[in-house]
Structures are given as structure tokens and as C-alpha cells.
């Protein structure tokens, strides 16, 4: 009797046991879960650190950067530029083409807004800088060309378009890559890995197609 009910006990207690342990086990995986920062946890449920609205708002405004981008490379064919200059245009303006397709896509499958671009090539399009919603603030991007500078370049022919695109076209990639750095200068974002890889490259290219520009212009100083 006495041997039976030692056995109960010790079967009660081994129970208690287990239940007290499980119990603190999961206490501690909640509250380890619950200490995580946004982008560990993401990692955790995705494999990958979640995008922000900083990342959003950088793919969607540098839609709007781009499309200018394609305007100013619209004009060199019409506006007399010289070879060099048109061969660097028709670069920029494939690149960047399929940049914002890109960016499109991104937003796309993510649900969110996708600014979109009115078609460069039709007539007259280089004339305004082609909105992308009705509460686009593109104008105001770092880099970004007045309507002044806009009007003067479609008004230049031949040397001195040359001279004006490649100096607009500076200024422009110039804003490009203070965008890239206030990404990166917000806490958590452009860690996502396909906005990391984009903007990364935006910058690297970007820089040397400066550096080119700035040679060129040096080759046509009088």
C-alpha cells in the first residue's frame, strides 16, 4: 500500500515537473520572440529583412528621377548633339528604362502605388517633366532640373546642347546619389535585399558615368 502510493506521489510530482518546465520553456520562447528587432524577426518568418516606407517612397520617387533622365536623353538625337554625347544618351536612356521597370515591378508586387511614366517619345513630351501621380513632389529631388533649365536645354542646338546636357545630366545623377545616401541614412531601410542591391548600383553607376561627363566637358572647353 504504502510502496503504491510513494508511486503516485512520485508520479504527481514528475508531472508538475514537466508541466513547470514546459511552462518556463515557452515563456522564455515568447518573451525571446518578442525581443527581436523587426528586421530579426523577418529574417526569422521570411529568410529576409523586411522593406520599409523609406524604401517605398525611394523606389517610388526615383521613378519620377528617372523619367526626367529620359526626357533630357529624348532631346540629343533631334537637338544636334554631337556623337559622343548621343551614344552616352541612348545609354542612359536604356539603362534607365529598364531601371524603372524594375521599380515598377518591386511596387507592384508589393501592393504598393506605382507611380507610372507618360511615353518620353511622343511629341512634345520634353517640354514638362512627365507626372507620375497627382501628389508626385518629384520636382523637388535632389538634382532635379527647373522648368528654366528644362526649357533652356530643349531650346539648345549642336556644342552648346553638348555643354548643357552634360551639365544638367551631372546635377541630375548628382541628385540620384544623395537620394541613395538619405536611403541608406534611414535607420533600417535599404536593407531589403533586392533595394539594397538596386540602390548600391544606382550609385556605383551613376558615379562613373560623372566621372565620364566630366571628361567630356573638359574635352570641350575652349
Known amino acids: ?11 504527481v510530482v514528475a508531472a508538475l515537473v514537466l508541466t513547470s518546465c514546459a511552462s518556463a520553456s515557452g515563456t522564455r520562447a515568447i518573451a525571446g520572440a518578442g525581443a527581436r528587432t523587426p528586421a530579426e524577426q523577418a529574417r526569422v518568418d521570411g529568410g529576409r529583412p523586411a522593406y520599409t516606407r523609406s524604401d517605398v517612397a525611394f523606389m517610388q520617387g526615383m521613378i519620377g528621377h528617372h523619367a526626367q533622365a529620359l526626357v533630357m536623353a529624348g532631346l540629343a538625337a533631334k537637338n544636334e548633339a554631337g556623337s559622343a554625347v548621343r551614344v552616352l544618351a541612348e545609354r542612359i536612356d536604356v539603362s534607365q528604362r529598364d531601371e524603372i521597370l524594375f521599380m ?19 511629341p512634345h513630351a520634353a517640354h514638362a517633366m512627365p507626372a507620375t501621380s497627382p501628389t508626385d513632389h518629384s520636382s523637388h529631388m535632389p538634382g532635379m532640373l527647373t522648368a528654366e533649365q528644362l526649357a533652356g536645354l530643349t531650346a539648345a542646338r549642336g ?64
Open 104 to 122: 515598377q515591378r518591386w511596387l507592384r508586387e508589393r501592393s504598393e502605388t506605382v507611380p507610372a511614366v507618360a511615353d518620353t517619345h511622343a
Open 1 to 11: 500500500m504504502h510502496a503504491q502510493l510513494s508511486r503516485a506521489v512520485a508520479a
Open 159 to 222: 556644342a552648346e546642347f553638348d555643354r548643357l546636357f552634360l551639365t544638367y545630366m551631372i546635377q541630375h545623377h548628382e541628385g540620384a546619389i544623395v537620394m541613395v545616401r538619405q536611403l541608406f541614412g534611414s535607420p533600417g531601410s535599404g536593407q531589403e535585399v533586392n533595394v539594397f542591391l538596386f540602390a548600391s548600383e544606382v550609385e556605383a553607376d551613376q558615379t562613373a558615368e560623372i566621372d565620364r561627363m566630366r571628361r567630356m566637358l573638359l574635352n570641350k572647353a575652349p
